[in-house]
């Protein structure tokens, strides 16, 4: 059973969860939070993959952090899976990296900045893993389909996409939830909503990305009540000290009060379908 198979085939109709910090900085963090998310998550039987970016290629400033070396982090990444048992997520940026990365995760995850990129598109289709999409945030929905199409005409049928807002002027996003159905219609694939990365502000004249954390719940419920299939969110114990992109994560503390009403609402919406 590949990635996508095991977090799309909830019997409940649950939505699936991928979740983690933005990237891995050691492997005691990494092991923490994935193993507070994995028990939240079996818990309420929410399909869940861990995310943990090996290495942050796009960064505002020189002097941000990237990473604590690519291998490290793979293999803290392969050890979050053989210990929990459950699938990983990690972020490419080149073709070249696609085989190296696929030898400890199951998700090779693209960009939204990078979704056109049809080497690399076809380098994650290659290794048989699960690849998922982000929107790229000056695309429209359904252009998501030529995406979706370069992965499955290099013979790879495990793929979904995942919306993370729309640039709206230069230092803010929008969310358009007209984007989870037109996705769906466009692709034909499991569709995802990030709901941390499409509360980003980007940009900012510090070289330092900002965020609106307080509004995840308003994002995440509206993505649930309009049909996402899944919820990709970063999260850290303790935001304020991620070394990435902390501004816009959700605190551990408040992951599972959280997903316990996504799954309220998930019932309701699945009872009015």
């Known amino acids: 059973m590949n990635a996508l198979d095991f977090l799309t085939g909830s019997a409940e109709r649950n939505f699936f969860l991928l979740a983690g910090p933005c990237v891995i900085e050691g492997e005691e963090m990494a092991l923490d939070i994935a193993g507070e998310l994995t028990e939240i998550a079996s818990s309420l039987n929410i399909p869940f993959a861990f995310k943990g970016s090996y290495r942050k290629a796009n960064r505002s400033r020189l002097d941000s952090f990237t990473g604590i070396g690519d291998e490290k982090a793979l293999r803290i990444l392969g050890k979050v899976r053989d210990t929990f048992h459950i699938p990983v997520v990690t972020d490419i940026h ?68 995942t919306d993370r807002g729309t640039m709206f ?13 037109e996705m769906h219609e466009a692709c034909r694939c499991p569709v995802i909503m990030d709901i941390t990365h499409s509360l980003q502000q980007p940009n900012q004249s510090a070289g330092v990305t900002g965020g609106r954390p307080e509004m995840i719940s308003t994002i995440a419920k509206a993505a649930i009540a309009v049909g996402a299939d899944g919820i990709f969110m970063e999260t850290h114990r303790d935001p304020a000290k991620a070394k990435s992109d902390g501004a816009n994560m959700l605190p551990l503390d408040k992951v599972k009060h959280l997903l316990e009403n996504l799954v309220i609402l998930r019932e309701a919406v699945n009872a009015m379908s």
Do not use: W
């Not at 994650?124 to 499955?152: E, W, Y």
């Open 94 to 161: 080149e073709a070249h990296e696609a085989e190296m990365a696929a030898e400890y995760v199951d998700i090779l995850q693209i960009p939204a900045f990078l979704c056109r990129q049809t080497g690399l598109l076809v380098a994650a289709a290659a290794t048989g893993k699960t690849v998922n999409i982000k929107k790229g945030q000056f695309l429209a929905p359904d252009s998501m389909a030529h995406a979706v199409r370069k992965v499955r005409e290099s013979g790879n049928l495990s793929v979904c996409v």
């Open 169 to 181: 002027g230069y230092q803010d996003l929008i969310v358009d939830f007209r984007s989870i159905p």
